[in-house]
């Protein structure tokens, strides 16, 4: 069975790459456009990973990590966080909420790939 | 889809941000607005980048620079500088343009344009701008021929894994994998002695150290990035193919585990000679004797303070968003619907649900694997078209709250009360069918407030707030239900004018016994109203105890938050339709019920987590939670089966366990309304027909955490098992 | 979902695990079978039923073992499920448990 990926991103275009990269390599990819559609979408299906971008609309990547922290079905799901140079006090407290893997952006849709591929192979 | 079409809809959204960045820089007063400006900036950098678009990367980043400082407070948004990124804000719009018409790269005229902009941030940027980021790319990795014949190539890796990984959702096995995937690993040595005995053992934390020869043609860094996401936290060690016997013998000495039984390892891996490692241990045992000390150090294990960074909350530019989707709106092309045809539809996929889960038990008991590929094609289809159909009829909420804007402005100034009206969330869908149905109890609320919540002008000078009143309407998303906010910041409800009310109506016999809570909530009893004097626009013989009615139709609750003097808000959580549910099935003797996916967060044996039977309560990993059987609710007969079941379910903030017989497993149903026998039932919310014809009842899990949580067992009607 | 299920076979009892052995259920799984532990020192675990294996759950395996040995006990692992084969040899515990592993027809 394939391996389930969520993005969640306010930008539709980015969540159309990622989505057309991840599907390409043979996972399946859900899109969410903020922290709080991304919850609501989270209904206790099985999710192998999370993609959040931090600066959203609703509720930014950091709550809603912490957030999601707190549901049990997702306790545990790794989370790609995606950042940019200019978010280190963003990316500080992201960690301080347990987030550990980051990708900066912008990013090529390969390094993406990559990066989710160490964490689950599709 | 593809990439091409993908970068359509980057265009798209590029014009939107940027026509959102206009609008906020024609007002950049409000910190929102500031905000919204980074926002754009930097979503259009974000998404540029993927498409390999430098120019507008490199543009973009600079001006996101800038807006950064501003957003920080580190730098004046003084008229030039409204100015210049006015310019610059013209600059990328003109780039997309170009974009739009196939030139990736820009015009000459529009990259000198570009090039003269950033001259002029340059004096913003705090100091030298970093060299314009281009997309991080990966590098491909070239074969090295002559390492080819040689029998030993290996890397050596040698890791301590962090003990919080786990927890982080990071697993050693997928780093395995993805190594695989990098080349071959000839040998791998667990190291599990971290492992404690007893009670020390915590199975949520990473015990576990691997040493890795791997055979790869990948250079040094590749393989250090393999580990990437857990180097903060682990130690680890990475030494390239051939490397000189000490660099082993360091790795030796610097590792907690024993000297030899690393050095067994290495030698297993033909790291090292036998030889080599007897000489240096002893090399080493002589040093480590000379300077007193063989204790290792740490390997680059880089801490991660703990600083108290406060999180940068970044408050939403919500009604910039709302415009912007408001224009995306204009080319979308709409059909109108009779909205009895859209019912009808919903109705017909219902009947489909139910029809397709028949099928797909008749053909569960069959053995003809293709009719059990076919029906879970036609289950997936089903499926599908349920999800589509359900959408057609999901509408915004933002037009129900919009038609507020005039009755607030109409209503406060009829009673002589300026007042603002925020509205947030707007975009938030719904059913329309309960749309449908939150227009007067909305309606009713909204008044409500205006009328007793919000004080006079007179009363708010005194009490030092803002003469003009806010009044705020909020919808999101939360858990599977959607939530509404009224809120006022006016004088509170009045506790004790209340329960003075509900005394003197009779409604409450010992005041002494209500908490706070209970106290509020007397506002929804029937024939209360706690008004003064009646106006002539509320008061019109429609208390709160109508809304009540009209949201528990729609299944759902209402809560009040009040603070005396500085405001109320009623929140009203709601379900997101009503027609369909996806559900868990259990069963209690030979009745069966069924649960709201949703509100499950798990299912355990009864057994191991009681905590005491007396009082009714589970102990969930050290959370007590109430529990209730189902058999005890609704007086079923029979016998209690030696191995009960719990399934804990929660609604708003609430927990509870509901004790069955049997877990029947997921699935999806089309709630139909209760007959009259059941109506008056505490405990259910509807009736469904399962796919083998028999009746299952849902359960109202509300009602029910209720019922667990005030240990108020005690229920009129007397049902046995249902037929 | 994690689940425990006692079986009997050819009148010996077997405790048969089935579902996800991850780290969402190490906890559960740990508490549990260390209540069976206090029982019945000699633990036979089939894991025919396992459909996902992690390092959480190869921890609550070899810990289990340990306490078991500790208890002058044993821990026998039976019917290892395709997925827990595919961790015991990414991970090279197989060893470390010492149990054999039957590659039947499937």
């Known amino acids: 069975m394939a391996k389930t990926i969520m993005i969640i991103d306010d930008s539709a275009s980015l969540r159309q790459v990622v989505s057309i990269t991840l599907t390409g390599a043979g996972y399946e990819v859900l899109e969410a456009c903020d922290g709080r559609d991304a919850l609501a979408k989270l209904t206790g299906q099985k999710i192998h990973l999370m993609i959040s971008d931090v600066n959203m609309p609703n509720m930014d990547g950091i709550s809603f990590l912490k957030a999601v922290r707190e549901l049990p079905a997702y306790k545990f799901t790794p989370i790609i966080m995606l950042t940019t140079e200019a978010g280190e006090e963003m990316k500080k407290a992201g960690q301080a909420a347990g987030a550990k893997a980051w990708v900066v952006k912008p990013f090529k849709p390969e390094l993406l790939l990559t990066a989710v591929s160490k964490l689950i192979l599709p | ?723 | 979902m994690f689940q425990i299920t006692r079986i009997k076979d050819n009148g010996h009892e077997i405790l048969q695990l089935s579902g996800d052995l991850t780290i969402y259920s190490a906890a559960e799984a740990r508490h549990e079978l260390e209540t069976h532990l206090s029982q019945h020192p000699t633990l036979v675990l089939d894991l025919s039923e396992i459909d996902e294996l992690d390092t959480s759950g190869v921890q609550v395996l070899l810990w289990l073992k340990r306490e078991a040995a500790a208890r002058v006990g044993a821990l026998s692992l039976v019917r290892h499920s395709p997925a827990v084969v595919e961790t015991f040899d990414l991970l090279h515990v197989t060893g470390i448990f010492g149990d054999p592993i039957l590659i039947g027809p499937a």
């Not at chain 2, 299912?603 to 009681?610: Q, S, W």
């Not at chain 2, 191995?643 to 509901?658: K, M, P, S, T, Y």
């Open chain 2, 1 to 723: 889809m593809d990439l091409d079409q993908a970068k359509q809809t980057f265009i798209i959204e590029a014009h939107e941000l940027l026509d959102a960045m206009e609008e906020s820089l024609l007002a950049p007063e409000s910190s929102e607005a500031v905000n919204a400006m980074f926002r754009a900036v930097h979503t259009i950098k974000g998404s540029a980048g993927l498409f390999g678009l430098d120019p507008i990367v490199r543009f973009a980043h600079t001006v996101e620079s800038v807006m950064d400082r501003v957003r920080a407070g580190s730098l004046a948004f003084d008229p030039d500088l409204v100015n210049l990124i006015l310019a610059c804000h013209d600059h990328l719009a003109q780039q997309i343009s170009e974009l739009q018409e196939g030139d990736d790269a820009g015009s000459p005229e529009t990259i000198a344009e570009g090039d003269a902009l950033l001259a002029r941030l340059l004096p913003y940027l705090e100091t030298v701008p970093r060299p314009a980021a281009p997309p991080t790319t990966l590098v491909t990795h070239e074969s090295h021929p002559h390492e080819e014949e040689d029998d030993q190539p290996c890397w050596h890796i040698s890791i301590r894994f962090g003990p919080d990984i786990l927890r982080q959702g990071m697993d050693p096995l997928s780093f395995l994998r993805y190594l695989q995937t990098l080349g071959s690993i000839t040998h791998l040595t667990p190291l599990l002695d971290r492992l404690p005995a007893g009670p020390d053992f915590d199975p949520e934390r990473c015990y576990l150290g691997l040493e890795i020869d791997l055979d790869t043609k990948v250079e040094r860094q590749v393989i250090e990035d393999v580990f990437e996401f857990v180097r903060e936290d682990s130690q680890i060690r990475i030494i390239p193919p051939r490397s000189k016997v000490e660099e082993y013998i360091q790795l030796i000495r610097e590792l907690p585990e024993g000297d030899h039984y690393l050095g067994e390892i290495l030698v297993k891996g033909k790291c090292l000679t036998p030889k080599d490692l007897e000489e240096a241990l002893g090399t080493q045992r002589q040093e480590a004797f000379e300077d007193g000390t063989v204790q290792g150090r740490m390997l680059g294990t880089i801490v991660i303070q703990d600083q108290a960074v406060p999180p940068a909350v970044v408050a939403a530019a919500l009604d910039k968003q709302k415009k912007a989707k408001e224009k995306t709106g204009h080319e979308v092309k709409v059909v109108k619907v009779q909205a009895e045809k859209l019912d009808r539809l919903v109705d017909l996929v219902g009947e489909l649900v139910i029809a397709g889960a028949t099928a797909n038990t008749l053909a569960a008991q069959g053995t003809d694997s293709r009719v059990l590929e076919a029906t879970a094609i036609l289950g997936k289809l089903v499926e599908e078209i349920r999800d589509n159909a359900l959408s057609l009829r999901m509408v915004q909420i933002g037009e129900t709250f919009s038609r507020f804007r005039r009755i607030v402005r109409d209503v406060g100034q009829e009673l002589g009360k300026p007042i603002e009206l925020e509205i947030r969330g707007a975009e938030t869908e719904l059913d329309k069918s309960i749309v449908e149905k939150l227009s007067d109890p909305l309606m009713h609320v909204v008044r409500n407030s205006i009328d007793h919540g919000i004080e006079s002008q007179e009363v708010r000078r005194a009490r030092g707030k803002p003469a003009t009143g806010s009044l705020s309407l909020n919808a999101f998303h939360e858990s599977g239900s959607i939530v509404i906010e009224v809120a006022d910041d006016g004088g509170g409800l009045n506790k004790q004018r209340i329960l003075a009310k509900a005394v003197e109506r009779g409604l409450v016999q010992d005041p002494s016994s209500l908490t706070d809570q209970d106290i509020t909530n007397l506002i929804f009893e029937p024939g209360f109203s706690t008004a003064d004097a009646v106006s002539n626009l509320s008061g019109r013989g429609v208390g709160m105890d109508v809304v009540k009615r009209n949201i528990d139709e729609l299944r759902g609750t209402i809560e009040v938050e009040t603070y005396e003097g500085a405001g109320t808000t009623l929140r009203f959580r709601l379900p997101l339709t009503l027609a369909i549910i996806d559900g868990f099935r259990v069963g209690v003797e030979d009745t069966f019920y069924v649960i709201p996916l949703d509100m499950v967060i798990e299912c355990l044996d009864l057994g191991p987590f009681l905590e005491s039977e007396q009082n009714h309560l589970i102990n969930l990993r050290g959370e007590v939670l109430p529990f209730l059987r189902l058999r005890e609710v609704f007086e079923t007969r029979g016998a209690v089966p030696a191995r009960e079941r719990v399934v804990v379910v929660q609604f708003g903030e609430l927990r509870a366990g509901i004790v069955v017989d049997r877990l029947m497993g997921e699935f999806q149903t089309v709630i139909k309304p209760l007959g009259e026998l059941f109506r008056s039932v505490k405990g259910l919310g509807g009736s469904t027909i399962l796919g083998s014809g028999e009746v299952a009842l849902i359960l109202d899990v509300p009602q029910l955490i209720q019922l667990a949580v005030t240990r108020k067992h005690a229920l009129q009607p007397r049902l046995s098992t249902v037929s």
